[in-house]
């Protein structure tokens, strides 16, 4: 039997503007993870409830001390309520 694993990569807006969708220079559809923290979490538990073993989460272009700022904030804000059950 061969096992493989389901990973998403995600990106992640913190804030309060909820999900988006859009279309890439290259016509193909993409999803933007983005909300308030719990919001964000059930967005991210989603994909875990559908499979997903691992998410990649990107939080987009900016400078270093902002993205570890979200990073702070992902893991204290949002990753305690992630759930995959």
Same mark, same amino acid.
């Given at each position: 039997?061969?096992?493989?694993?389901?990973?998403?990569?995600?990106?992640?807006?913190?804030?309060?503007? /909820?999900? =988006?969708?859009?279309?890439?220079?290259? /016509?193909?559809?993409?999803?933007?993870?983005? /909300?308030?923290?719990? $919001?964000?979490?059930? $967005?991210?538990?989603?994909?875990?409830?559908?499979?997903?073993?691992?998410?990649?989460?990107?939080?987009?272009?900016?400078?270093? =001390?902002?993205?570890?700022?979200?990073? =702070?904030?992902?893991?204290?804000?949002?990753?305690?309520?992630?759930?995959? /059950?």
């Amino acid at each position: 039997m061969t096992r493989f694993i389901f990973s998403a990569r995600l990106t992640v807006e913190l804030g309060g503007r /909820g999900p =988006k969708e859009y279309t890439s220079p290259l /016509g193909d559809r993409r999803f933007i993870v983005g /909300g308030n923290a719990g $919001q964000v979490a059930e $967005q991210l538990s989603a994909y875990l409830r559908s499979g997903a073993s691992h998410l990649v989460l990107y939080l987009g272009d900016l400078p270093a =001390k902002a993205y570890i700022d979200n990073m =702070k904030r992902l893991v204290s804000e949002v990753a305690p309520s992630i759930s995959g /059950g």
